[in-house]
């Protein structure tokens, strides 16, 4: 219970002022959690941000104070470098989320072509796929019209085949369909890659969190990009599921109202 309730100290009897009593109480509950779930947020970006500065400082100082090849000063840049693109992400993702908890973000809802959107996103990927040694490709597709805002469906799009191919090992496949179900667009994104344990699938939307966090970093994640994709889902009025076996890979579904 909060504290605020605690103090006002009034007893659940069934009358009007017993009842009010309650009704206070399960509202300064919530706002209670609201407030421990923004300070955890705060708490987890300051951290994840304190990483890439005590890096870029510790690389800095070094190239500063003390005489180094050529080769080692380039290295020493590109750490910098490396690190600065990392808090850049960072930091864009967290203004997103910033503005989708104030709704400050927007979506500007057009009729869109779903089917043609992603293959332009995975005209742009697969190069990356293919630099991996992966296969990416659509298997299934159809002029399948949606309501959507542009921006924000690509970059979802964008991020859950990113994932496919970041957690997948050479030689894998990641195959994407989309089809009609009722009134839905279904679009499945299936990768052979590491898969999730069961224990963190309903974790993974949650911000911050990564099952590997030092592989997650390796591969320049955030741990926010699967919240923002679930924000733009709902916001569409859609959800997404996730469907995993470890070492067999895993299943992202996106399921969109369709026009
Ligand atoms: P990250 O920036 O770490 O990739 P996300 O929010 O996009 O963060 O994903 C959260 C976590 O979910 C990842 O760190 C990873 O552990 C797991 N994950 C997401 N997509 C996949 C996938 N296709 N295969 C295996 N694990 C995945």
């Not at 400082?57 to 180094?68: P, R």
């Not at 995975?122 to 597709?141: H, M, S």
């Not at 964008?158 to 050479?170: C, E, R, S, V």
């Amino acid at each position: 219970m909060g504290d605020l309730s605690k103090r006002l100290n009034i007893p659940y009897t069934n009358d009007e002022i017993g009842r009010l009593a309650r009704t206070f109480d399960a509202m300064i509950d919530k706002i209670d959690d609201s407030f421990k779930r923004q300070r955890q947020f705060t708490n987890d970006a300051s951290h994840e941000l304190r990483t890439p500065i005590a890096v870029i400082q510790s690389q800095a100082e070094s190239a500063l104070n003390f005489s180094h090849s050529e080769d080692e000063y380039r290295s020493a840049l590109a750490t910098i470098l490396s690190e600065a693109r990392h808090m850049g992400k960072l930091v864009s993702d967290l203004l997103f989320l910033a503005r989708s908890d104030s709704r400050a973000e927007k979506l500007h809802m057009e009729e869109l072509n779903f089917g043609e959107l992603v293959e332009g996103i995975v005209a742009v990927l697969k190069p990356i796929a293919q630099d991996n040694g992966i296969d990416l490709k659509v298997i299934e597709n159809g002029d399948f019209i949606v309501r959507g805002d542009q921006t924000h469906l690509t970059q979802l799009l964008y991020n859950i085949i990113d994932n496919a191919i970041k957690y997948t090992l050479p030689g894998g496949e990641i195959k994407i369909s989309i089809e009609k179900k009722g009134e839905f667009v279904k679009t499945s994104v299936r990768d052979t890659g590491i898969g999730i344990p069961e224990e963190h699938l309903p974790h993974i939307f949650e911000r911050f969190y990564r099952v590997d966090k030092a592989r997650s970093r390796e591969n320049g994640g955030t741990g926010l990009g699967l919240s923002i994709c679930q924000w733009i889902v709902s916001a569409h009025g859609g959800k997404i599921e996730v469907f995993s076996e470890v070492g067999k890979g895993s299943t992202f579904v996106i399921w969109l109202p369709s026009l």
